[in-house]
């Protein structure tokens, strides 16, 4: 397994991305439910939008080393891809924080 340090962060990182996207999911079934003004504070924003492309990337490279890879090229995708799962899991939370953020202000006059 890749360790980002010397801790296994690996695991860590995807439950983050993983629970965000499993809160999002409720939260915008509920948002459905809650009328326009709930709806526009979980609408898709550029922040997702960068999340999931970190997410792709990062799972590409990794996919990479994983089916095989070696030497130097093996070497770079992997501090890459570890690199830009780091970057997705921040990102992950960012947006979650906003989302989170505008729905606090649902109701509020």
């Known amino acids: 397994m890749l360790t980002l340090g010397r ?8 439950a983050a991305i993983i629970g965000r996207e ?13 009328g326009p003004e709930a709806r ?4 898709v924003n550029a922040w997702g939008k960068w999340k999931t492309a ?4 990062s799972l590409t490279l990794l996919l ?10 093996a070497e770079a995708a992997a501090v890459a891809g570890a690199a830009l799962l780091l970057v997705a899991s921040w990102l ?6 906003i989302y989170m953020r505008g729905l606090g202000t649902v109701g509020e006059c």
């Open 40 to 43: 526009q504070a979980v609408a």
């Open 54 to 57: 970190s997410q792709m990337a």
């Open 92 to 97: 992950t939370v960012q947006s979650l924080a």
């Open 22 to 34: 499993i809160t999002m999911s409720a939260l915008r079934e509920w948002a459905a439910t809650a």
């Open 64 to 73: 990479l080393v994983k089916d095989g890879g070696s030497g130097a090229a």
């Open 7 to 14: 801790v296994a962060a690996i695991p860590v990182l995807i």
